[in-house]
């Protein structure tokens, strides 16, 4: 099975800050990641897919980099509505895998 | 606008078997993959596997001897069946579309295992 790895766990940040979170597998995945980002109590959004494809009506400060075994999802620019747990997940192979999750709060 | 809403019991005994039914809505269950993804309370996502409309299946190997996929292509149904739960298998029991990334996604339906 492929393990993935986030760091770090917990981030406090503030608006309007660059915001950097990492994934990395286990094995070579090529571009086979995909992040998502979910809110207390909702459901994961898809944000990021195939490692730097970003997901129809998500805004463009989200964007995704890496492939291999070491990938990012960098926030250009915190908004309020960005405080929220973010996860990366592999579709490389299955089982499909997800990161322990980033929680990301305000500072 | 493609929804997706599942069903189920809320609460349970240990060694009775969970059934959830996903209802997807605005599209065609056709043509696509149907995944049921899981999360226990305050902890991350676990994937329990996907079906493709057509019925072929992928489980994850930690489930696989209690777990059953099947889909309603009449009814844009797909639906999940867990036998003999335990309380490690009180979670939020979600299903999305998609086999490789996830882009929609019901609201989450809480299964609580309890004697």
């Known amino acids: 099975d492929i393990q993935m790895t986030q760091s770090p766990s917990s981030l406090s940040a503030s608006v309007g800050d660059r915001v950097t979170i990492t994934c990395r597998a286990s094995?070579?995945?090529?571009?086979?990641l995909n992040w998502y980002q979910q809110k207390s109590g909702k459901a994961p959004k898809l944000l990021i897919y195939?490692?730097?494809s970003l997901q129809s009506g998500v805004p463009s400060r989200f964007s995704g980099s890496g492939s291999g075994t070491d990938f990012a999802l960098t926030i250009s620019s915190l908004q309020p509505e960005d405080f929220a747990t973010y996860y990366c997940q592999q579709s490389y192979g299955t089982p499909r895998s997800f990161g322990q999750g980033t929680k990301l709060e305000i500072k | 606008q493609v929804q997706l809403q599942e069903s189920g019991p809320g609460l349970m005994k240990p060694s009775e078997t969970l059934s959830l039914t996903c209802t997807v809505s605005?599209?065609?269950?056709?043509?696509?993959?149907w995944t049921w993804i899981r999360q226990p309370p305050g902890k991350g996502l676990e994937w329990i596997g996907y079906i493709y409309y057509s019925g072929s299946t992928n489980y994850n190997p930690s489930l696989k001897s209690r777990v059953t996929i099947s889909v309603d292509t009449s009814k844009n149904q797909f639906s999940l069946k867990l036998r003999s739960v335990t309380a490690a298998d009180t979670a939020v029991y979600f299903c999305?579309?998609?086999?490789?990334?996830?882009?929609?996604w019901g609201q989450g339906s809480l299964v609580t295992v309890s004697s």
């Open positions: 605005g599209g065609s269950i056709t043509s696509y993959y």
């Open positions: 999305a579309r998609g086999a490789y990334h996830f882009d929609y």
């Open positions: 195939s490692a730097s």
């Open positions: 094995q070579s995945i090529s571009n086979y």
